[in-house]
């Protein structure tokens, strides 16, 4: 069975990409008015990371929405740096999945293109796939928590005192992981696919695209 992903139609997200919203929403109001998230604010859009074959389904569907021009305009963009990032990484070439690679391997390559706007950024600081954008995307901008103290989630926000959200939120936030795994295992499951993660680029091409093999 092939890692290609289910045939994609212009519809609403799955409900986890819902459900993660109305959290981030509520977590942000509890925090009273410390996420700087705010349209034209487009810090955390530049340069890749990893993302899930949920995420990569999901852009799929955002793509499929999109006017012809638009959804090549995109692509094209995506195109671009998934040769520039397999120019300097020769591994990506055979295989987009990144379940092997290891975190320095990851983190060489999230700093060497660290300048690499997201394909999807529009001019204006607009996503152009803005309902169907990445599950990280969507909690980007909440404080993140390690022993008990408080981080800003970014560069922007570490310049802004931080509120350490309330437990519930986090334990609300753990719930969501786990459906997310859940999620990405059914659909690894339905694709036979081995591996579960890319770098966002691939993300914005339909698999059989750019497999390596």
Not at 40 to 53: A, D
Not at 126 to 141: I, Q
Request: proline share 8%; hydrophobic share 35%; with cysteine.
């Amino acid at each position: 069975m092939s890692d290609r992903l289910p045939d994609s139609t212009p519809s609403d997200p799955a409900p986890l990409y819902q459900k993660t919203d109305h959290w981030f929403q509520r977590a942000s109001a509890t925090l009273l008015g410390e996420v700087p998230c705010r349209l034209g604010c487009t810090s955390c859009c530049i340069g890749p990371f990893p993302i899930t074959l949920l995420d990569m389904h999901t852009l799929q569907q955002g793509l499929a929405g999109l006017t012809p021009d638009h959804r090549r305009r995109i692509e094209q963009r995506a195109i671009e740096q998934i040769a520039a990032m397999e120019a300097a990484f020769p591994q990506l070439s055979r295989t987009d999945l990144l379940d092997e690679w290891s975190d320095q391997d990851i983190d060489r390559l999230v700093t060497e293109f660290h300048h690499l706007p997201c394909p999807a950024l529009e001019a204006d600081g607009r996503c152009g796939v803005y309902h169907h954008r990445p599950l990280a995307c969507r909690s980007m901008g909440i404080p993140t928590e390690d022993r008990g103290l408080a981080h800003g989630a970014c560069e922007v926000q570490t310049f802004i005192p931080i509120l350490r959200l309330p437990s519930a939120f986090r334990e609300e936030e753990h719930r969501l992981a786990q459906e997310e795994a859940a999620s990405l295992d059914a659909l690894r499951l339905a694709i036979g696919s081995t591996g579960e993660e890319v770098f966002l680029p691939y993300g914005f091409l339909a698999r059989n695209v750019h497999e390596g093999s």
